[in-house]
């Protein structure tokens, strides 16, 4: 119970210093970097995973199209 009281107090304490560093002009673009660069990780998963299983579908036969 103790380790989950530590764990939120740390999840607490890092949206506040976030939320600091937001407010300047360094810390708007820092995050924005960061955001971008996630965004662009995570289309290239989903882009891989779309084309591994049109893969996939095509070797199986059921060349159905996915959305």
Request: proline share 1%; no cysteine; net charge neutral.
């Amino acid at each position: 119970m103790k380790s989950i009281l530590w764990f939120t107090v740390g999840v607490a304490a890092g949206f506040v210093v976030a939320h600091q560093v937001n407010q300047t002009k360094q810390g708007r673009d820092f995050f924005s970097s960061v955001d971008a660069k996630a965004r662009a990780f995570g289309n290239a998963i989903a882009e891989g995973y779309h084309e591994r299983d049109a893969e996939l579908r095509r070797e199986a036969g059921d060349a159905a199209p996915a959305n």
